[in-house]
């Protein structure tokens, strides 16, 4: 089992492009989720999942959106990036909302 | 609104012992979680407690929580470079997602 998996590991992006961070998980879990990481402020939520079919927002969802494609696959795509937007973007799933969650490797996107 | 709050930095010697707190806000808490993430990677779970435990051990790691006093505590015994990470601690709040504290960068110096 792979875990949970995120591509592209790193990139960097002009002001106004757009880009699509791409997550799967072999878990078979319900539950996935997308944060940011900046430094001196831990893990922010930006949106979840809790089951297929279903998003929500998070702590800090502006600028963003997202696809649950189906159960293994969850998208986070930035339509117009900003350098506010530069950070780590981690992805991670649980069995359930609430349950322990697994994390992907993260992908450290720079925005100029 | 819940809130979950660490010391940034923790410096020991190898072969000490390493305490790192977190005290959080919601009373209503049911799960709490320690996780450590190594350079360049993700977090990866260590340990959880259950709100109505006071201790869990697993080998060299002891969880202590007190939830009068909404804190939450994890010790690593004969701490090793190894163990140089950050250590986030994470609260299952009543909205049931996780809410994860600002973290903790253990250094480990021989």
């Known amino acids: 089992n792979a875990g949970v998996t995120q591509t592209p590991k790193f990139q960097v992006l002009k002001t106004g492009q757009s880009m699509t961070l791409q997550c799967a998980q072999d878990?078979?879990?319900?539950?996935m989720y997308w944060y940011r990481q900046d430094p001196g402020m831990g893990l922010r939520l930006i949106y979840y999942?809790?089951?297929?079919?279903?998003?929500d927002k998070g702590e800090v969802p502006n600028g963003y959106n997202v696809s649950r494609l189906n159960k293994r696959e969850f998208s986070l795509r930035l339509e117009s990036a900003a350098p506010s937007q530069t950070s780590v973007y981690f992805c991670?799933?649980?069995?359930?909302?609430?349950?322990?969650?697994?994390f992907g490797p993260g992908t450290r996107l720079t925005v100029t | 609104g819940e809130d979950v709050e660490q010391s940034l930095f923790l410096s020991v010697r190898e072969g000490d012992s390493s305490v790192i707190n977190c005290t959080y806000t919601?009373?209503?808490?049911?799960?709490l979680y320690w996780y450590k993430q190594e350079p360049g990677a993700g977090l990866q779970l260590l340990t959880y407690?259950?709100?109505?435990?006071d201790m869990k051990q697993d080998q060299r790691l002891t969880v202590l929580l007190n939830k009068k006093d909404k804190h939450l505590s994890l010790r690593i015994a004969d701490t090793q470079t190894g163990d140089s990470a950050i250590y986030f601690c994470?609260?299952?709040?009543?909205?049931?997602?996780?809410?994860f504290g600002t973290g903790t960068r253990l250094q480990v110096f021989p």
């Open positions: 999942s809790a089951s297929e079919g279903t998003t």
């Open positions: 407690i259950f709100s109505n435990m």
């Open positions: 994470a609260e299952r709040g009543n909205t049931d997602k996780l809410i």
């Open positions: 919601d009373s209503s808490s049911t799960y």
């Open positions: 991670a799933s649980s069995a359930s909302i609430g349950s322990e969650q697994y």
């Open positions: 878990m078979n879990h319900n539950s």
